[in-house]
């Protein structure tokens, strides 16, 4: 463990060197909720200027190491045994403006990168979040609840927050409403529309939580399908309120 | 009558012809510097947890001021307490062991009713720790309390899972490295010897010193300056210092990040790899179950926090953990 001026830039954001985009983006995704401003986090122990330090070097190795040309060439100079620069953060907060580098904070990277790297792009950008991809998040965890095939509402909601996702997110990939989702996770079947709407809406749920639909699918929709047909004999049977 | 609740499925693991979990009984200390984190309600979980899965489990309260591990198991009078040990009444720690309703699962309660002096001095303490190692459990879970006095701090660095308890709440949060400050750099004093670093360690304690030191990082280089291997010692001490986390009445998705945060902030800061080990989310029947005066896992184990606590149990009990393998949550 080394301190935050001798650290790479996988070492900022904690991340193992052969660590795929997804895990990168996802290690970036913590690293900048933790590190905000506002983070319950952070202010009882960094203070103002080594927090901001911090911000520093998560965003300059998230540029780096989104960028599959700049990791490359990034990965190469380590390989080669060179070292980050220890005053980067600081030179390159001066250099900090409108949320964007300018191209002057050049030099602080080209000691971290071979003698001639890619030509940069005239300002750099922060490249946007990529939206979350469905299939593609670990499934480890999110199979404890579903590891015996059964899955319910309430399984739902925790694979869900296991993976640090809320409802519109989801919904914001799946385009599917946050109502659905929601009655899906409080398993107001009664509300849902037909079977074979409710089976793509729980397949897209379960991929963006990394579920493997095919071992979950089956138990949730014989609940929703038991629930229906329950819902069905009553009505036959007249036994709904208002229809007596 | 109470409901009968089929126990968790005991771990398919070798524990029985395991030399490790043989020996002794894995010590897992939990604190976490504020009061009214849920400490209490998390010892009483775990521990309830563990039984039901057919594990021997003690739980020792060793809470300064505010003892009340007895209630929260259901256990009116106990027989026998810390305080008989404190007070050299009774020097067998197996003496002090109680009986609580839920099979496997026994007490060594707290030192309610002894306004003298809480805790052991350091001989006995030392003592006590023995003596817990002796008994015949294979886990003792020890609530420490609020604070971090040394006493408290002590039985956290003695354990094998040191956990620390917190809420997303700003002053939770805050205590919580206070806690691991203070245990941060009792590790340091107790490893490194030598008067010279140890004058530096303890003038590293008051953030505002003269020496300019403000991070563990800081106090490294300063050892490193004054003798090189202490400064190596210091390294592999930090190496060794794995905290546990536990993130308790969380809300939302939100806030379950916490606990990644956390995690990180102490690899920054202390450079020390801690482990997100679970969070428990907030539930009404938790509630329900402390003013019942029974572990929710026993009295409600369906209910989503008996979910969460069983799994944090689940993973205190795998072998591979208790061969040093980590079990953090999946970001």
Known sequence: ??????????????????????????????????????????????????????????????????????????????????????????????????????????????????????????????????????????????????????????????????????????????????????????????????????????????????????????????????????GRSGRTAGRLPGRV | MREEIPLSPVPASDAALDPVLRSRPRLVAVGGGKGGVGKTF????????????????VVVDADLDGANLHTALGVASPRATLADYVAQREDDVGKLVSDTAIPNLRLIAGTQGNLGEAQPDPARRERLLEGLARLPARFVLVDLGAGHQPALVDYFLAADDGIVVLTPEPTSVENAYGFLRAAFYRRMHDVLLQPAVRKVIAEAMDQRNERGIRTPFDLQREVQA??????????????????????????????????????????????????????????????????????????TPGSDASIYLERIARKLADPGRLHGQATDVSA
Request: net charge negative; glycine share 6%.
């Open chain 1, 1 to 230: 463990m080394r301190p935050l001026a001798e650290q790479d830039h996988y070492e900022v954001l904690e991340v193992p060197r052969e660590a795929s985009f997804e895990d990168v983006e996802r290690a970036y995704r913590v690293a900048q909720a933790a590190y905000a401003e506002d983070s319950v986090a952070l202010y009882s122990v960094f203070g103002g200027e080594d927090a901001q330090a911090l911000r520093d070097r998560i965003e300059l190795a998230w540029s780096v190491l989104s960028d599959v040309e700049r990791r490359r060439a990034y990965d190469a100079m380590l390989s080669q045994g060179g070292t980050p620069p220890a005053a980067a953060p600081v030179a390159l907060r001066e250099r900090f403006r409108d949320g964007g580098f300018e191209e002057e904070a050049r030099p602080i990277a080209i000691t971290m990168e071979p003698a001639k790297p890619p030509p940069p792009p005239a300002r750099y950008e922060k490249p946007p979040l990529r939206p979350l991809a469905a299939p593609v998040l670990e499934p480890v965890d999110a199979h404890e609840d579903v590891s015996s095939g059964e899955l319910d509402g309430a399984a739902l909601r925790r694979a869900r927050q296991r993976r640090g996702l809320e409802l519109e997110q989801i919904a914001n990939v799946t385009k599917i409403s946050p109502m659905y989702l929601r009655y899906l996770e409080d398993e107001r079947f009664e509300d849902l529309p037909a079977a074979v709407y409710v089976r793509g809406f729980v397949v897209s749920y379960l991929r963006c939580c990394g579920i493997d639909p095919a071992t979950a699918l089956p138990s949730f929709m014989a609940r929703y399908e038991a629930v229906r047909a329950a």
């Open chain 2, 42 to 57: 998390v010892v009483a979980n775990l521990a309830a947890a563990l039984a039901r899965a057919g594990h021997p489990v």
């Open chain 2, 226 to 299: 004054i003798d090189p291997g202490a400064g190596a010692a210091f390294v592999a001490a930090v190496a060794r210092f794995r905290p546990s986390l536990i993130v308790n009445e969380v809300r939302t998705a939100e806030e379950i990040k916490l606990g990644f945060a956390v995690r990180s902030v102490c690899r920054k800061y202390f450079g020390v790899d801690a482990e997100y080990l679970g969070y428990v989310n907030h539930d009404d029947a938790a509630r329900r179950s402390v003013l019942a005066r029974r572990p929710l896992v026993e009295l």
